[in-house]
């Protein structure tokens, strides 16, 4: 146990973060400042919490944040008081989108320091407006034992909040009195000998798991003699990205339907486990033909939609019954569907199977369900052959083509964080199948910025596998404060350099030259190697499709390094409109 008895914040500080521990804290992130000191020197003195040192607010929240997401465990954020919790919102905004555990504890001036232009000090109560799943002020320090204990039931309310119902961000502002050193303070210093610790923390340990679920026979017997059912899989980073595979493919098999896994799904990287796993939906639906006879009947839908706009637009356009398995509270619906919510997480759904019903004579809609699955498996064969095709005889440097090298290139259970923008896009469209047992992850929450790109991958990486980052240029430009980290550990960082924003290519405002590329593409003249060099990060200009793959496999093991892809935006862009137009045309059998 770690209580520090030297003064009144001291104590209380050390208090929180020793309850906070005891729940399964294990890190904590800290920005320099003297507001937090307490709480920072409480944190960087236990035994048993690593605390990592970053300069930067806004990179310190989305390094918690991609360190969160790969461990499930609320990592906690300190920062001092004024504008330096403000650089967390962007990150926080992300945690709630994404459901993602933070707590955050921003050190605050005490209530006579605030609204007297006193240094330092803003309204820092509610400052993230309705993010957070749960926020609250605490008192000024106390050394009461009702105060005391008030103080460990708020930490263990908070931990719980960070995770149930929905994972996400819990905001406690903390304001301090001076001494913020630990001055030694005799009347403080004389409670260590009363203080019975084990009657204290009696209850405080970690939260129990959640119990099994029981599904009605009815939803089972609607699904079963569905004739035409499909599952669609959204963007996934599960713990065990394995056994989430595992569940989904056990339901596909039950029902005979196929999985739609999207780019940012594990699905796609543990493909013997799915027989029924269908890749190339973005491409085979944009042939109207194609997508009105793979029209479904029923969708279960596994957490949040992909990203692919053409699936969505399909979706709306046929309308059918869809529901939606999520443990989440949130609307996880932006297309307002005909949708009914399902509580519950996919393992849970995989465990709630009935025994299947006794065989019987293949009927009608049988035979009428395999053709149709049938159908899908074919157009999705017949799409993926036409890509590997495609892409193996071009020798360019194509922004598209960088993942479908990854996708078969990369070591095994690579770590990969894939970039807002055109990276994601490509990777739903050209990511092919493999049993690379590869976790993707990426801020698709909702927020779907590129704040944070380069510190949330650092985040995954650290103390982890060897990672890749797959980015373009301006989100790594706009986060390179995440450079100045140490990593303890490894980060690949395949940079598409096209000189500006590719994905505003693809949009409507690209036929605007008046304001198109100062404005939107923004075109930025770095120099990758020089920018390297400042912060002491390898870096190497790809020059062919054979130099990336020799670079991939194997990784390093530490450092971070950036593999610089140098591509022609109006060409990527010309290319994919052209593919899309080839894949709309063809004729599928």
């Known amino acids: 146990m770690t209580l520090d008895f030297r003064n009144l914040n001291m104590l209380w500080s050390s208090l929180l973060i020793e309850t906070l521990q005891r729940l399964g804290l294990e890190t904590t992130i800290i920005c320099p400042g003297s507001r937090s000191g307490p709480l920072a020197v409480a944190a960087a003195e236990h035994l048993h919490i690593e605390a990592i040192p970053i300069l930067d607010e806004r990179s310190a929240a989305f390094f918690a944040l991609g360190l969160a997401r790969r461990t499930g465990i609320p990592v906690a954020l300190i ?50 407006a309705h993010y957070p799943s749960w926020q609250a002020e605490l008192s000024l320090p106390n050394p009461e034992p009702e105060r005391l204990a008030y103080l460990r039931q708020t930490m263990v309310y908070a931990w719980m909040r960070s995770q149930r119902p929905t994972p996400g961000p819990v905001h ?92 940012l799904s594990p699905l796609r990287n543990f493909a013997h486990l799915n027989p029924l796993l269908v890749s190339s939906y973005d491409l085979m639906l944009r042939n109207s033909d194609l997508a009105h006879r793979l029209t479904p009947n029923f969708v279960i839908r596994i957490g949040e939609l992909p990203t692919s706009k053409i699936l969505r637009s399909w979706l709306q356009k046929t309308d059918p019954l869809q529901w939606l398995i999520a443990p989440e509270h949130h609307n996880l619906d932006p297309l307002h569907s005909r949708i009914k919510h399902l509580p519950l997480s996919i393992q849970q759904l995989a465990e709630a199977l009935p025994r299947p019903p006794i065989a019987q004579d293949q009927s009608e809609q049988d035979r009428s369900a395999n053709a149709y699955i049938k159908q899908w498996l074919t157009a999705d064969q017949e799409t993926r052959q036409d890509v590997e095709q495609t892409l193996a005889k071009t020798d360019e440097l194509l922004e598209p083509k960088v993942s479908w090298v990854l996708s078969q290139y990369l070591p095994s259970h690579t770590p990969l964080f894939i970039a807002n923008s055109m990276p994601v896009r490509d990777a739903e469209s050209f990511w092919q199948p493999n049993d690379l047992n590869i976790q993707p992850y990426g801020n698709r929450g909702g927020a779907n910025g590129i704040d944070g790109t380069l510190s949330t991958a650092l985040g995954i990486a650290h103390r982890h596998r060897p990672t890749v980052l797959l980015t ?64 002491g990060v390898a870096h190497t200009c790809i020059q062919s499709w054979e130099h990336l793959i020799q670079l991939i496999n194997p990784l390093p093991t530490e450092g971070i390094r950036v593999l610089e ?19 709309s045309d063809i004729k599928f059998t």
């Open 79 to 128: 920062c001092t008081s004024g504008t330096a919790g403000a650089n967390f919102y962007p990150a926080i905004i992300e945690a709630h989108e994404g459901r993602v555990p933070l707590l955050i504890l921003t050190a605050d001036r005490p209530p006579e320091l605030r609204h007297c232009h006193a240094g330092q000090a803003i309204d820092q109560v509610k400052m993230f």
């Open 172 to 263: 406690l502002n903390i304001p301090f009195r001076d001494p913020l050193a630990p001055i030694p303070d005799l009347k403080t210093q004389s409670l260590a000998s009363g203080f019975d610790a084990e009657h204290f923390f009696a209850a405080v340990q970690t939260q129990p798991t959640l119990a099994r679920v029981k599904i009605p026979e009815t939803i089972w017997a609607q699904w079963r003699q569905c004739e035409r059912g499909i599952i669609i899989a959204g963007p996934a980073q599960p713990l065990q990205a394995k056994e989430y595979c595992v569940a989904i493919a056990t339901l596909a098999q039950h029902l005979n339907w196929p999985i739609l896994a999207e780019g």
């Open 472 to 535: 373009g240029d301006l989100a790594l430009l706009h986060d390179t404060n995440g450079f100045l980290h140490s990593l303890e550990g490894h980060l690949t960082i395949i940079l598409i350099n096209n000189n500006g924003g590719g994905i505003f290519e693809m949009l409507p405002i690209a036929q605007f030259d008046s304001t198109f590329e100062t404005f939107f593409a923004t075109p930025q003249q770095v120099d990758f190697a020089q920018l390297g060099a400042t912060h």
């Open 565 to 583: 892809v140098r591509c022609d935006r109006k060409l990527d862009t010309q290319w994919r409109r052209q593919q899309f137009q080839h894949f």
